[in-house]
């Protein structure tokens, strides 16, 4: 008579074989190879989705900058020239950014307007700009959102969502851009563009050949620093928790 002792895991003894505890060896050979091949499987999943989070954690690191590539590719979908990437505009899209901590609507929308004299007397100094070089502003796109999302989510979501933004956008006089992002108030995400028409090699350049200023929160387009956010520290958080996964379940498997 055979009785059921494990049966979730497949195990079955006979009357002889409880005394001893040991599993009939046709149980073993019948299941424990299936578990096998189903972790072998799993650690595969988690290997590879471990690699992909440790690979967008290094090539995604400045979101700010992936922004200026999604505008850019709107901007010649419509044959509408390539903006500039200018990192000085940049910095100061990101002092901009800040200034709007608090106002975020519930529609992802943005209601700051800073005074005119802050972007030369408080932005520029702030991002080590030089004055003379400080060109004209000629369009801006403010958005925020409650969590995290990637320029191209936000591009569509929250930051363009009406004709209005989006012929700030396609505006025939803008020759360069610069964009900031920032987790402030609450972990909310702020994202500020900032348009220009001045010359590309020219105008909102930086001190300290071309780096400016390191700014302590978020991150701008163009920066010759690291980009400092809450979503990067996320992501290797769970690259190490997946890392964790991988490792419990090779030892599992080896205990197999």
């Known amino acids: 008579t055979t009785i059921s002792i494990i049966p979730f895991l497949g195990f079955s003894f006979t009357r002889k074989s409880v005394e001893g505890f040991v599993p009939e060896e046709r149980t073993i050979r019948g299941r424990f190879p299936e578990m096998k091949k189903e972790n072998s499987s799993l650690m595969s999943f988690l290997l590879l989705l471990s690699l992909s989070f440790l690979a967008s954690s290094k090539s995604h690191g400045n979101p700010a900058s992936e922004m200026v590539n999604v505008l850019n590719q709107n901007r010649t979908a419509w044959k509408l020239g390539k903006l500039h990437e200018s990192p000085g505009l940049g910095c100061i899209a990101l002092q901009y950014a800040e200034l709007c901590e608090g106002n975020c609507n519930v529609n992802n929308t943005l209601t700051c307007e800073p005074p005119e004299d802050d972007f030369t007397q408080v932005f520029a100094p702030n991002c080590g700009v030089e004055l003379p070089t400080f060109g004209t ?19 569509s979501d929250i930051l363009f969502r ?63 620093f690291s980009c400092s956010n809450a979503h990067m520290i996320c992501m290797r958080l769970l690259n190490s928790f997946l890392c964790i996964l991988l490792s419990i379940n090779t030892l599992w498997v080896s205990f197999l």
């Not at 502003?137 to 591009?155: M, R």
């Open 162 to 224: 009406d004709n209005k933004s989006l012929l700030v956008l396609r505006n025939r006089s803008h020759t360069e851009v610069g964009v900031g992002m920032a987790r402030l108030h609450k972990g909310t995400y702020f994202w500020c563009i900032l348009f220009s028409d001045g010359g590309t090699n020219s105008s909102f350049s930086l001190e300290a050949n071309g780096r400016g200023i390191k700014q302590r929160k978020g991150c701008y387009s163009g920066s010759a």
């Open 137 to 155: 502003i000629t369009g801006h796109v403010l958005g925020c959102g409650t969590h995290y999302a990637t320029p191209e989510a936000s591009f």
